[in-house]
């Protein structure tokens, strides 16, 4: 652990991005109302899961009044709340919601991050924010080892994951990003399946429903079902 640890440690002091940086410690000052009595974390978010995961989950970034506040990944707003009630419903989480650090939260062999770990203004980090942020990425699928597959959520994160193998010299053939879209990887690269973002804005208007969610962790089991399977 003490090699998660270093790299835990070295994103959470991460100043590369100005702009990032200035809107991340401005949130978490002003606040919001509701959490007017809360610490916020105001830093850069690290991964957060299992740290022998077959399975690694990418987002987009931490959420203003989420992530940013709590210091988890997708911990404290909507979109967590409908991610973690989909993985404890299919198996991988021990509780349905996740709502700060301590509330005893565990993930079974899945690993959570995102593509740019500070709050962005309007969610929109831009390219250079997303590549400053991809050598952690590089460095979390380094640790887990033999990652069998990755659930991207959002075309953001899709397009991240294809520019991080294109940069590590080995990238993946075209593939268009989609709900439900699969790649059944191959020798050199995990599979890959990706998910519309379980943003407020998709879920409330039914662009996502829960049934559609459900089917994206459905999917991951038999993944992993068949990768146990003996050859």
Same mark, same amino acid.
């Given at each position: ?74 911990? !404290? $707003? +909507?979109?967590?709340?409908? =991610?973690? &009630?989909?993985? @404890? ?5 021990? %509780?349905?919601?996740? /709502? ?84 059944? !990887? $191959? +020798?050199?690269?995990?599979? =890959?399946? &990706?998910?519309? @973002? ?5 879920? %409330?208007?039914?662009? /996502? ?23």
């Amino acid at each position: 652990m003490i090699a998660w640890d270093r790299l835990n440690d070295q994103i959470t002091r991460c100043q590369k991005c100005t702009r990032l940086v200035v809107y991340r410690e401005e949130v978490a000052r002003a606040k919001r109302r509701a959490y007017q009595n809360e610490d916020y974390w105001g830093r850069p978010v690290p991964g957060f899961g299992d740290p022998n995961a077959s399975v690694i989950v990418v987002g987009l970034a931490p959420g203003a009044h989420g992530s940013n506040r709590t210091g988890r990944m997708f911990t !404290g $707003d +909507a979109s967590g709340l409908f =991610l973690y &009630s989909a993985l @404890h419903k299919a198996g991988f989480a021990n %509780q349905p919601t996740s /709502l700060n650090r301590e509330d005893g939260l565990a993930l079974k062999d899945i690993y959570i991050t995102a593509i740019c770990r500070c709050a962005p203004p309007d969610n929109k980090p831009t390219s250079i924010e997303a590549s400053n942020c991809l050598p952690y990425l590089s460095a979390e699928l380094a640790l887990l080892g033999k990652v069998d597959g990755i659930v991207v959520l959002g075309r953001f994160a899709w397009e991240g994951i294809l520019a991080l193998y294109k940069k590590l010299g080995n990238p993946f053939p075209p593939v268009a990003f989609g709900h439900g879209t699969f790649y059944s !990887g $191959d +020798a050199q690269h995990p599979w =890959l399946l &990706s998910s519309y @973002h379980p943003s407020r804005q998709n879920t %409330q208007t039914g662009r /996502l429903t829960e049934a559609m969610f459900d089917s994206i962790w459905q999917k991951v089991k038999l993944q992993l079902k068949e990768s146990s399977q003996p050859a």
